[in-house]
C-alpha cells in the first residue's frame, strides 16, 4: 500500500481556562471551546486573536493554534 502524502493544511483554534497562565494546561478539557477548523493561517491567526482579545482581561483564558496537518502527517 502506498503512503499518502497530505497537502491539505488545516488549522484547529481552541481554548479555555488553563491551570496556570505560563502553561497550556487546562482545567477542564472537555470545557475546552473550540473556535474552528481553518485551511490557512492567516484565518486561524484572526479568530485567535478575535478570542484572545475577547477574554484579555481573564488571564487564566488561553487560545491556542494547533497545525492538524503536523499531527495528521508528523514527518512533513
Known amino acids: 500500500m502506498e ?15 488553563v491551570k ?5 494546561e487546562f482545567q477542564d478539557p472537555e470545557s475546552i471551546h473550540v473556535a474552528g477548523v481553518y485551511s490557512d493561517y492567516e484565518a486561524a491567526e484572526d479568530a485567535w486573536r478575535g478570542n484572545a482579545q475577547r477574554t484579555v482581561d481573564d488571564a487564566e483564558m488561553k487560545y491556542v493554534i494547533v497545525h492538524l496537518h503536523k499531527l495528521l502527517e508528523p514527518s512533513t
Open 20 to 24: 496556570d497562565p505560563r502553561n497550556i
Open 3 to 17: 503512503e499518502t502524502e497530505i497537502k491539505q493544511a488545516l488549522y484547529l483554534v481552541m481554548g479555555g481556562r
